[in-house]
């Protein structure tokens, strides 16, 4: 039996939906935001799991490297095509947002969304680094330049 994972994911807390090939929900939860928690919430499910979906987010790079690195099948969505599958939801909760994540992660076989990979971490690192400011050049540097008003 085939198994999808939805999660809601916040700075503190996570939602977490498991739901199986037919849709029924098997787990509703909320859990810290922590990788290792996170893991151990899915591992009754573990080898019959096939997406985890996450919604593209400031933790994305972060999560979705820790989750492939304890063997969780993670996915990151496009954050329009999340948001637009779930625009149709009357109650916007966390809950129901993973819930709805976990479904796209069961249609997304059929073509239903659309998955794409986080930045790789090497990015926010390189935009991290300050770059060096050119120091000014004297006047005297420039050849040829000639001041056209009059000063002084």
Known sequence: ??????????VKDTSVCVVDK???ILLEASV???????AATLKPWRRSLRRVGHEAGSLS???????EARGVPAACLDAFAARDAMKAQRNKTDKHDARAIAHLMRMTG????????PNTGKT????????P?????????????RCR???G
């Open 1 to 10: 039996m085939e198994h999808f994972a939805g999660l809601d994911v916040g």
């Open 22 to 24: 037919d849709g029924t």
């Open 32 to 38: 810290p935001t922590d990788p290792d928690i996170l």
């Open 61 to 67: 790079p972060w999560l979705q490297r820790e989750l």
């Open 110 to 117: 059929r073509g239903a969304s659309r998955t794409g990979a």
């Open 124 to 131: 926010p690192q390189l935009r991290a680094k300050p770059r």
């Open 133 to 145: 400011t050119p120091a000014p050049s004297p006047r005297s540097d420039l050849p040829g330049l």
């Open 149 to 151: 008003w009059k000063c």
